[in-house]
């Protein structure tokens, strides 16, 4: 009964992993979609991961908080109609083309899925065995980057088709042809949020009745012999790591998800023919996570797994810096390779004997997520940055953004560097001093 009570419960998790899944992955496509219509340089247009990953920072602690008063139903309740009323912001967004209100929308979207990863991810950590946790953690990351595939497909069509039309005619446009070509633009936002509101509102009332049984950490922390029981969140070296970890891997997988389709563009591929780029990183994610599910724990361990994952990220990054046009893309393609087992390998790496400590613990994690916000952003400014540089020096605009996008692509080195000492040193430093 137990087991079935367990399979019910990760279906339903699952579930929820598709839907944020599907919200978070059609930035890919927003990032592109917003430059155009607001007239955005590249480090503003990455504002759209910010603005959605900062909410994780704001929000992480004050969810764990919720969710201890209310318990997990209801937070997820909750999450689910906050998020809702992120996507009803669209609508007057797109009224009135007004970047800051698109980034509220965006916000309130973030701040909806926080409450449900606080939720969710301990949750599906702890339900089993702790050395089988990055087994489950891949069936959900499945289910996440599966939506997130379908996401970027159905809002790449919906809201990039067009563009480089639309691009051509602004060229040569009055200011008033102009403001009616992005006018229109914009207005094909209003009905898949308009939908996704609805589904949201919907699912965030059904999820009152789910069967989810009621869990809990082990309350008891794993002592090392001769040491005493710690007293404070700021004792447990390896929860630092993880969280700083988390971070970079968060900001690496953005990069590699958000970022493709505007590369690919810059590369000089049509908007219609780089709208797929997005579902290839993450359907090869997929099919990576789809291995983690079979190899883990039986004939993989999780250690291995993200050592493995860093290396292939420092690889394929280094792939990307030496090639140039639709290589370089499958590259970027490829990190989702790499991405795919480092989220479920380090929670349960990070939260294995933390006792008490767990639930806080977990809401840092969460709040890690906000490498998202921070280093998409800072990719941006270097492309910029570069891009200026080598115009200055007297390359032409298309050449230089081309050149600029790939070579700004350093940034994953040391974030994949992060990660593989995480994976080989971090996560055995119990304590600060031996």
């Not at 759209?48 to 209310?70: C, E, T």
């Not at 609508?91 to 409450?115: D, K």
């Not at 700083?244 to 970022?259: H, K, N, P, Q, R």
């Amino acid at each position: 009964m137990q087991q079935k009570n367990n399979t019910v419960a990760i279906l339903i998790i699952a579930g929820l992993f598709f839907i944020f899944g599907f919200v978070t992955w059609i930035n890919g496509a927003l990032i592109p979609f917003m430059k155009t219509i607001n007239e955005l340089t590249d480090a503003q247009s990455y504002l759209v991961a910010s603005a959605s990953y900062i909410s994780f920072v704001v929000m992480a602690l004050p969810a764990s908080y919720i969710l201890n008063k209310i318990g997990y139903r209801k937070g997820m309740s909750l999450g689910l109609i906050i998020m809702a009323i992120g996507a009803l912001v669209f609508i007057p967004a797109a009224e009135a083309r007004t970047y800051w209100v698109f980034l509220t929308g965006i916000f309130i979207q973030g701040v909806g899925m926080t409450i449900l990863q606080t939720a969710a991810n301990p949750y599906i950590t702890i339900l089993g065995p702790i050395e089988s946790g990055a087994k489950r953690i891949a069936i959900m990351g499945v289910a996440n980057k599966t939506a997130g595939a379908l996401g970027s497909l159905i809002f790449g069509a919906l809201l990039l088709s067009g563009i480089d039309q639309t691009k051509e005619k602004l060229a040569g446009a009055s200011l008033e042809e102009k403001n009616v070509l992005l006018d229109t633009m914009a207005d094909s936002v209003f009905m898949p949020y308009v939908v996704m509101a609805a589904v949201l509102f919907l699912l965030g009332i059904l999820i009152r009745k789910a069967p989810l049984p009621h869990v809990e950490a082990d309350e008891t922390e794993t002592l090392e012999e001769g040491k005493t029981a710690k007293t404070s969140i700021f004792q447990f070296p390896n929860l630092w790591l993880g969280v700083l970890a988390l971070f970079v891997y968060v900001g690496a997988e953005v990069i590699a998800g958000d970022t493709i389709i505007a590369y690919g563009i810059s590369l000089g591929f049509t908007g219609e023919e780089a709208k797929f780029f997005t579902t290839y990183t993450l359907m090869a994610m997929v099919a990576t996570y789809a291995l983690g599910v079979f190899l883990i724990p039986k004939y993989v361990k999780q250690k291995t797994a993200l050592i493995a994952s860093a290396i292939l990220g420092i690889v394929f990054s280094f792939c990307i810096l030496n090639t140039t046009g639709f290589t370089s893309v499958l590259f970027v393609a490829a990190l989702g390779i790499a991405n795919a087992l480092v989220w479920p390998a380090i929670w349960p790496l990070t939260l294995e004997s933390l006792g008490k400590f767990t639930k806080t613990a977990s809401a840092l994690l969460i709040m890690a997520i906000s490498g998202g916000a921070i280093i998409p952003p800072l990719y941006g400014r270097i492309v910029d940055a570069n891009k200026h540089e080598l115009i200055t020096s007297g390359m032409q605009e298309a050449q230089a953004m081309s050149t600029a996008s790939t070579s700004s692509y350093w940034i994953l080195i040391p974030c994949y560097a992060i990660i593989l000492f995480f994976a080989i040193w971090g996560h055995k430093i119990k304590n600060w001093t031996k």
